[in-house]
């Protein structure tokens, strides 16, 4: 009997690890080479995704969002490969969305028409700031200039064109804040992803901020009002925050993104790509060896083996179920969660978060409120302990 596509739906993850240059706040599995060769890249990804056909066959295809990494430095003719293979396996929704990951720096007019008929129809572009001083401290390698081209020939192209901003900068005040915001939301867009900086271990920024030598960020209150601000802005705008930092106009939400939050099934391949993958009525965790180089040969090795797939629990998958849904408006489903988990959730400790109003139970949906939002982890940390 074919195992069935659990609620959230099923995706397709495809992890490009090359960029052009390391940005000093990215804790992601990018690298940077001299050299490519994209036949052998192309021949691997092919291979595994084949290899997950053959794990997990039958099941609807809703979504497929190549990241990195930069996708936009992959030659169309990969894209195109991996899409044709993905559809050759699994049927798609008649929706079906296809993500790839831009950089100004990497967009060209008739790279971006061969992604378009690859079957690329959503880009999702890192502009990070309206503003040629931050992109250069933030270590982008394109100009405010730059961006702006790119989104043009980007919105001439696509008919779903998403951008990501970073705020809480250095030495950013709320009043520039508020006029980059106006202006990206000035761009008839009708998706942003906003994100705070956050200073991550092991990246360029996290050394300079554990030698005293990253200055001028935000500090709590000056923080809390940003994001107020983004919430108000975008709310005005008509781009509703959907999940924390995601915002869109009804029916414009990332779907490749819901099916994570709503904690759907996804395949992830290419070097360090996660996935969540049920089988045989068990759900598995799986992650790809990270480093390019290793994953490249394991794909071409005797065995195939690239990953390890562990088996999860039923207090872990809701755990999971929770963390990621609670990032969404709609929150979750307490049947679902009480169907996953082995030990249910406390009914004083939901009473107490409901009193304090960053929480609201509304028949079957447990959602977080504004309120508690921007203490989300704090919330998860008192619903789960």
């Known amino acids: 009997m074919p195992d069935i596509t659990p609620e959230g739906g099923f995706g397709l993850y495809v992890h490009w690890p090359f960029c052009q240059a390391k940005c ?5 599995n990018s690298h940077v080479v001299a050299r490519v060769d994209h036949g052998r890249w192309r021949d691997a990804l092919v291979s595994e995704i084949k290899r997950y056909g053959e794990m997990a066959p039958n099941r609807v295809l809703n979504t497929i969002f190549f990241g990195g990494g930069t996708p936009s430095l992959m030659v169309p003719e990969t894209v195109a490969a991996v899409i044709e293979t993905a559809r050759a396996i699994w049927p798609g929704s008649n929706d079906m969305e296809i993500t790839l990951e831009a950089n100004p720096t990497s967009v060209e007019a008739g790279r971006f028409q061969a992604y378009r008929e690859a079957g690329i129809n959503r880009i999702s572009m890192g502009i990070q700031a309206l503003n040629d001083k931050d992109l250069r401290r933030l270590g982008r390698l394109h100009s405010v200039r730059d961006a702006k081209a790119a989104f043009d020939i980007a919105q001439s192209t696509f008919d779903r064109v998403s951008f990501d901003l970073i705020y809480a900068r250095q030495d950013q005040s709320l009043a520039e804040w508020k006029a980059e915001l106006s202006e990206a939301l000035s761009m008839a867009i009708d998706h942003l992803s906003l994100y ?18 990253l200055r001028g960020l935000p500090n709590d209150d000056l923080s809390a009002d940003m994001y107020d601000l983004t919430q108000d802005l975008c709310g005005a705008a008509g781009l509703s925050a959907y ?20 904690y759907g099934d996804y395949v992830g391949v290419g070097p360090g790509a996660h996935g969540r993958l049920t089988l045989g009525g068990q759900k598995y965790a799986t992650e790809a060896v990270k480093q390019p180089g290793a994953w490249l040969n394991a794909v ?7 990953d390890s797939a562990t088996a999860l629990s039923g207090n872990e998958q809701a755990a999971e179920y929770l963390m ?21 959730l406390y009914p004083q400790k939901l009473a107490e978060l409901q009193a304090l109003s960053v929480i609201a139970l509304e028949d079957d949906r447990l959602r977080v409120t504004p309120t508690g939002r921007p203490i989300l982890n704090e919330v998860l940390r008192q619903l789960l302990t």
């Open 24 to 28: 000093p706040y990215c804790d992601f």
């Open 324 to 344: 990621m849904g609670l990032r969404l408006s709609d929150g979750v489903s307490m049947q679902r969660f009480h169907t996953l988990a082995e030990t249910p």
């Open 300 to 306: 071409e090795s005797a065995d195939g083996t690239t």
């Open 196 to 213: 705070q900086l956050s200073i991550e271990d092991g990246t360029a920024f996290g050394d300079r901020y554990n030698r005293g030598k």
């Open 243 to 262: 999940e924390v930092s995601n915002h869109a106009k009804t029916g414009s939400e990332s779907r490749h993104n819901l099916i994570y939050w709503r």
